[in-house]
């Protein structure tokens, strides 16, 4: 009996980023966002021995915010491998650019987001902008979208980081909660919005592990499993002299995780992960 398969895929340069598959008991593909440009050859063949197939059909694709290190691969793949697969839909929810333009911490991001603009345009497919509370059903697969972006807590230095799609997948009865690059002010907004509602099994870790939302969501959360987007020198917060020798806050998420009994924790760092559903807890 076939059944769903998630899969959270290493990175395949030195730079963190952020990769999942859905693969449903029927055999549809969702992508959620897919990682920098040197991950885009990698995920088209992991993608093309998942579902069997030289010209891969997704379904969907989800993508949480428009930095390089989530849109980059798409990207991509959009400029030079069109052929080989299609894209049924995309769905993102992004700030203006002249918002990015003035706010972001980053040069680069602007062109990033020409850039994937340019991308959809080219691929013609459906584009669905999210909002919140949304939902979508893929067979046995339901997306539901908790908050998107709200310029009102967007003006800081974090402000595209601040403007993901945060969205809920529901399978076999089980949870798993996509964060993104939620950072501080995301994440008050999203426990005012759902408090204890925002209870999950599996939580992907804002920002990476560090530097994202605060205790408090990831306690209302109380996830059994966590899913960490985090190469090996960002989990141990090693700048090259060694572990906790960097400025990240891994190892203060990485306590909190202990602090709440997290048991499961699925890490980039240790190559590509896959879950079935239901999955097993102890």
Known sequence: MNLTKMYQLQTRTIQQMMSY?????????????????????????????????????????????????????????????????????????????????????????????????????????????????????????????????????MRNSNVVNNSCSIVRMEVEEQTVLFLGDAGVEQGRTLLDMYGEKLRSDFVQMAHHGQNGVEKEVYEAIKPKACLWPTPLWLYDNDIGNGYGSGPWQTLTVREWMQELGVKHHFIDKDGNHEIVFPFQFD
Not at 69 to 82: E, I, M, P, T
Not at 102 to 116: A, C, G, I, K
Not at 123 to 141: P, W
């Open 21 to 153: 598959v859905i693969i449903t008991r029927e055999n549809r593909c969702i992508v959620i966002d897919g990682g920098n440009t040197g991950d885009a050859d990698y995920l088209l063949e992991f993608l093309k021995d998942k579902t069997n197939s030289e010209k891969v059909n997704i379904d969907a694709w989800f993508f949480s915010h428009v930095h390089s290190d989530h849109v980059n691969a798409f990207v991509a793949l959009a400029n030079s491998r069109r052929d080989e697969f299609c894209v049924k839909k995309v769905l993102f929810n992004f700030p203006s650019r002249e918002l990015v333009a003035e706010y972001d911490y980053t040069d680069s991001t602007v062109l990033t987001m020409d850039e994937f603009y340019k991308a959809v345009e080219e691929l013609d497919t459906e584009v669905v902008i999210l909002q919140n509370k949304d939902e979508y059903f893929f067979g046995d697969v339901r997306f539901e979208v908790l908050l998107v972006n709200d310029e009102s807590f």
